[in-house]
C-alpha cells in the first residue's frame, strides 16, 4: 500500500442500529489496479461497512473520500455516479424483467425520450460477455434463470455501470467452479484495467487465488491489515474469531453404523434432471451429496421430500416402499424427513413472523391439542431449540429477518428439530454463514446422527463434505457417478469425479485448475 | 431459445386474451340476427372501448403492484364534469375536453401522491379517494342531465369511411399516444421493476417513486377519457354509484382476463384491452343467446371463471410443485 495514492479512503466510520453498533471507527484504503478482500465473520460488520460505500445507510460519524476529496452519498444511485458499484449478497434484479433490462436499469440507453432497445441489447451483450456469461439470452426473464446465472446477470450489471470501484459481497457464493474460474479471470482483468475491487468472501481458497490485500474485520473494527499470502489460514481465522481456533470439524465414528437403511431410492428418475438413482442412508450415518452445482442434487432432495410430480421409482422408508407426495406427507411421523432449503429467506423462514412462530410452524400438529396450540409446550420446546443450537436473538417474539444470516439458518434448522426427525436432508446449509455458525452446524450435525438420524447433505463446498461425511455420492448430470467412502473422500477425488474424469493420477491437475 | 421465442412468451397473455376474444366475438356474430356488420362491430366497439380505457389505467396501477379502486369513479366525475364543459363552439368543446382531462389526470395524480409519498396502502387509499370523486361528480350532477357537443359525440362513435368504428380508432390512438410511451420510458420500466421487485429497483437506483406516481397520474388521465367516451356515447352526465363501482371491478376482471399480474411487474395495457372487449362480449352473448335476464348475472360470473381459468392451465404441467409459488 505504501507509495499508492489510495483512490478511496474512509476514516473513523461509525454506524450505530439502535443499541447496537455495527461499525466503530472503522478504517479502510482502497488503490487502484488491486483486489483489496474483506473478511470477517457475520456481524463483524462488514455488511454495514460496504452499504456505507455503496450509500444505502449513512454512517454516523466519520469521512469518506474519493481522489483526495471528501464525499458523502444520499442513495445507492449517487453512490454509483461516483464509480462505486456493489454487487450485493442478496439479489438485487427485478426478477419479472428480462436480463437486458435488467443490466441497463439504473441508466437504460435513451433515443427520442423512450429507451433504445436496440442500444440496450447491445449493451447487455456486451456485459455479458465482459463477464464470461455470453451464454445467457439477454431476453430471457431472470426469474427462469438458476440462481448461478442470476449471479452471473449480477456481475454483468455492475460492469455495465462502468465502475471505478467494484464491490464483491459473497457474489461467488451461488456460483458453479466453472463460474468462479470465468468470474476470477474477469476480476483479475479488471484490475489490469486500473479498476479497484474489494471482495468479501467467505472462502480462503478464492481470497488466496485472488487478493493482493486483507483486511480482517471484528466486532465492527478493522483488526488487521496485511498482504494477501502473509499469513495462514490459520492465524486469519483466528484474527476473524479473535480466539484459537481448531478442529473445525467434529470427529467421525470409527465404528460402522447400524445396518438398516432408513431412507432408500431405486431407481429415482425425474423429467432430465434426475436419472436413475440409486442410494441408501442408514441410521447414525452421514452421506453427502457432491458434485458441481446443478448436476440435480437440489432435485434429488426435492424428491425426496415430494415436492416433484412425476417421480419415477421407488423410496423406502425403513426398507418398506413409501409414496410420498406432498412436504407434509414426508414430516409425518412416520416417514419423520426434514428438509433445511436452500434458501432460508424464501423457502425457510416467513422473514416478517417472529421467531417464535418460525420456530412452531413445522411442528403445529404436535404441539396442538383438538386443535389449539398449546402454549406452555410450544415454549419448552422452544426454550430446548434456542438452547441447543445457541441462536442469538433479542427475543423470541422479533422479526426473524432481524436475525443474522447465521442465526437465522439456525432458526431454520431448529424449526425442524422441534419435531425430532430421523431423516434430515440439508441442502447447502453453510452457505454465506460465518465460520463459527458454520462450526457448530457441523457439530450438530454428527450429534444428531450420533443420536440415530440419517442425514442426506449437500453441500457446494468441498472441505465440508470431506470433513462431515461418512461417504460421497458425486452426482453428475442428474446420476451418481461416484461413490467415495472414508479416508477415499478427498479434494482431488470429488474434484475430478465432479468433472466426470477418470482416474485419479494426471487428469486431475487439469480438473483442479478448471 | 431463439428470440421469437422469448417474444412469444413476453406476450402470452395478450396473445390468450387476444384468442378468447376472437372466438367470443365469432361465436356472438353468427349468432346475431344481423350477422358481422358494420353496425354490429360499431356497437360492439362502441360498448367495448369504454371498460377497454378503465382496463387500461387499471393495468398502469397494477403493475406497481397496486390497484386503483377509485377508476371508476374518476370515469363518473369526468362524465359528470363533461356534460358541462364540453359544449358550445369548438374553442370551447376543445378546451373543455382539455379540461375534463387535467381533472382525470389531477385525480389520478393525488391518489398517487397520497399512495406514494403518504405511504398508504393503494386499497384503502383509492376506496377513500374514489369516495371523494364520487362526491364531487354527485354534486356536479345531483340529477342526470346536461349535453354535450353532439356533432363531436357523433364524430367520435360513429364509423370512419362508414366501415372502421371511430371509437376503435380513438382508442388505437390513445394506446399509441400513452401507453407505448410510457411503457417503453424509463418511468415505465421503473413501475415494472418496482411492482416485480421494490427492493431490488430501490438497490439498483431505479426512479421509482416517479415511475409509480406517473403510473398513478396517467391511470387517472385515462380514466377521464372513459369518462369522456361515456358522454359521448349517452350526451348526458350522471353519478351512477352502482355503474361506477361496476366499471371498477370490471376493469380488474379485465386486466387479469387480459394477463396482467395482479402481484405486479407483469402485463401489458395491450392485453388488458383485450381483456376488456372479452369481457364485454361476454355480456353480449347472453344477449344473443336470448337468455332470460334474470340468469346474465349468474352465467356471466361462470363464464368469467371459465376464461380466468385458461390462464391457469400452465400450472399443470408445473412438475416441482415449488414452482406453484413464483
Known amino acids: 500500500m505504501d507509495g499508492a495514492v489510495p483512490l478511496f479512503r474512509m476514516e473513523g466510520i ?64 449517487a453512490a454509483n455516479q461516483a464509480g462505486i458499484v456493489c454487487i450485493f449478497q442478496e439479489l438485487s434484479l427485478v426478477p419479472e424483467l428480462s436480463v437486458a433490462d435488467n443490466i441497463v436499469i439504473s441508466d437504460p440507453p435513451k433515443r427520442f425520450g423512450m429507451i433504445d432497445r436496440k442500444a440496450q441489447r447491445q449493451i447487455a451483450e456486451e456485459a455479458l460477455a465482459r463477464a464470461g456469461a455470453s451464454d445467457i439470452h439477454p431476453r430471457a426473464l431472470v426469474k427462469d434463470l438458476p440462481l448461478s446465472r442470476r449471479q452471473m446477470v449480477e456481475i454483468a450489471k455492475a460492469l455495465a455501470r462502468k465502475p471505478r470501484i467494484l464491490i464483491l459481497d459473497e457474489a461467488t457464493s451461488a456460483l458453479t467452479a466453472a463460474d468462479v474460474a470465468k468470474v476470477f479471470e474477469v476480476l483479475k482483468r479488471l484490475r489490469a484495467e486500473g479498476l479497484a475491487l474489494l471482495y468479501i468472501s467467505h472462502r480462503m481458497n478464492e481470497i488466496a487465488e485472488l487478493a493482493d490485500h486483507c483486511t480482517v474485520f471484528r466486532n465492527g473494527r478493522n483488526v488487521a491489515s496485511y498482504p494477501a499470502g502473509s499469513k495462514s489460514d490459520n492465524e486469519v481465522v483466528e484474527l476473524m474469531i479473535g480466539r484459537e481456533y481448531s478442529h473445525i470439524f467434529p470427529p467421525k465414528p470409527v465404528a460402522a453404523p ?41 432435485e434429488l432432495l426435492l424428491a425426496f421430500f415430494g ?8 423410496v423406502l422408508i425403513d426398507g418398506k416402499p413409501a409414496s410420498i407426495s ?16 436452500e434458501d432460508r429467506k424464501t423457502e425457510g423462514l416467513m422473514l416478517p413472523m417472529t421467531v417464535r412462530e418460525n420456530l412452531s410452524f413445522a411442528a403445529l400438529d404436535r404441539l396442538a391439542k383438538g386443535g389449539i396450540i398449546d402454549r406452555a409446550a410450544e415454549q419448552r420446546l422452544i426454550d430446548d431449540m434456542v438452547g441447543l443450537l445457541a441462536i442469538k436473538t433479542a427475543g423470541l417474539d422479533i422479526p426473524v429477518g432481524a436475525l443474522s444470516g447465521g442465526n437465522q439458518q439456525k432458526v431454520v434448522i431448529a424449526k425442524w428439530l422441534m419435531r425430532q426427525p430421523r431423516i434430515i436432508l440439508l441442502n447447502d446449509p453453510t452457505r454465506g454463514i460465518d465460520v463459527g455458525t458454520k462450526q457448530e ?74 | 431459445m431463439k428470440d421469437w421465442r422469448y417474444l412469444l412468451a413476453e406476450q402470452r397473455g395478450a396473445l390468450l386474451a387476444l384468442g378468447i376474444f376472437i372466438v367470443m366475438f365469432i361465436i356472438y356474430t353468427t349468432n346475431h340476427p344481423a350477422g358481422f356488420t358494420a353496425n354490429v362491430v360499431q356497437t360492439a366497439a362502441n360498448k367495448g372501448v369504454l371498460l377497454a380505457f378503465v382496463a387500461m389505467a387499471q393495468t398502469l396501477v397494477v403493475i406497481t403492484a397496486g ?209 376488456a372487449l372479452a369481457f364485454r362480449t361476454i355480456g353480449d352473448l347472453l344477449f344473443v343467446f336470448d337468455f332470460d335476464p334474470l340468469w346474465q348475472p349468474l352465467f356471466q360470473g361462470v363464464i368469467l371463471l371459465i376464461a380466468v381459468s385458461l390462464g391457469a392451465f400452465a400450472l399443470f404441467r408445473v412438475r416441482n410443485r415449488l414452482e406453484w409459488f413464483l
Not at chain 2, 415494472?192 to 427492493?199: D, K, L, P, Q
Open chain 2, 67 to 275: 390497484i386503483d379502486l377509485s377508476v371508476g369513479m374518476i370515469l363518473l366525475l369526468t362524465n359528470c364534469l363533461a356534460s358541462w364543459l364540453v359544449v358550445g363552439t369548438p374553442l370551447e368543446t376543445t378546451l373543455g375536453v382539455i379540461a375534463v382531462l387535467a381533472a382525470g389526470l389531477v385525480c389520478g395524480a393525488i391518489n398517487g401522491a397520497i399512495v406514494i409519498y403518504g405511504r398508504l396502502q393503494p386499497i384503502v387509499a383509492t376506496i377513500a379517494t374514489g369516495a371523494v370523486y364520487y362526491g364531487i361528480g354527485l354534486l356536479l350532477r345531483p340529477f342526470p342531465g346536461g349535453s354535450v357537443n353532439e356533432d363531436l359525440a357523433d364524430a367520435l362513435t360513429g364509423k370512419l369511411f362508414d366501415v372502421i368504428p371511430t371509437s376503435l380508432v380513438a382508442l388505437l390512438i390513445v394506446v399509441l399516444v400513452v401507453w407505448v410511451p410510457f411503457s417503453r420510458s424509463e418511468f415505465g420500466r421503473a413501475a415494472y421493476a418496482a411492482g416485480s421487485s421494490e427492493t431490488a429497483a430501490y438497490m439498483s437506483g431505479v426512479p421509482i417513486r416517479r415511475g409509480k406516481f406517473i403510473a398513478y397520474a396517467l391511470a387517472g388521465l385515462l380514466a377521464s377519457v372513459g369518462g369522456l367516451f361515456l358522454t359521448f356515447f349517452t350526451y348526458t352526465g350522471e353519478a351512477a354509484y352502482a355503474s361506477g363501482n361496476a366499471y371498477t371491478l370490471f376493469s380488474i376482471a379485465a386486466v387479469v382476463l387480459g394477463g396482467v399480474s395482479l402481484f405486479g411487474g407483469k402485463g401489458s395495457a395491450i392485453g388488458a384491452i383485450f381483456g
Open chain 1, 258 to 298: 447400524a445396518a438398516t437403511p432408513v431412507l432408500e431410492a431405486r431407481n429415482l428418475s425425474w423429467a432430465d434432471r434426475l436419472d436413475n438413482i440409486s442410494l441408501s442412508v442408514k441410521a447414525g450415518e452421514v452421506v453427502g451429496l457432491g458434485g458441481l452445482d446443478g448436476q440435480g442434487q437440489r
Open chain 1, 14 to 77: 461509525s454506524k450505530r442500529y439502535g443499541g447496537v453498533r455495527a461499525l466503530e471507527k472503522a478504517d479502510l484504503e482502497v488503490t487502484a489496479g488491486s483486489i483489496h478482500a474483506i473478511l470477517g465473520e457475520n456481524g463483524a460488520g462488514k455488511s454495514t461497512l460496504i452499504k456505507t460505500m455503496a450509500g444505502v445507510v449513512a454512517p454516523d460519524e466519520g469521512r469518506m473520500t474519493l481522489d483526495g476529496r471528501e464525499v458523502s452519498f444520499a442513495s445507492p444511485a
Open chain 1, 307 to 314: 415436492v416433484l410430480r412425476g417421480l419415477r421409482g421407488e
Open chain 1, 441 to 514: 452446524i457441523y457439530q450438530l450435525m454428527r450429534k444428531l446422527a450420533d443420536a440415530g438420524a440419517a442425514i442426506l447433505f449437500y453441500s457446494t463446498d468441498y472441505d465440508e463434505l470431506i470433513g462431515c461425511c461418512d461417504r460421497v455420492l458425486v452426482l453428475y448430470d442428474g446420476s451418481v457417478k461416484r461413490e467415495l467412502v472414508g479416508a477415499d473422500i478427498t479434494e482431488h477425488a470429488l474434484i475430478a469425479s465432479a468433472l466426470n474424469i477418470h482416474g485419479d493420477g494426471a487428469d486431475m491437475k487439469q480438473g483442479a485448475g478448471a
Open chain 1, 326 to 341: 406432498s412436504p407434509r406427507a414426508a414430516s409425518d411421523e412416520r416417514v419423520g424427513m426434514a428438509l433445511i432449503p
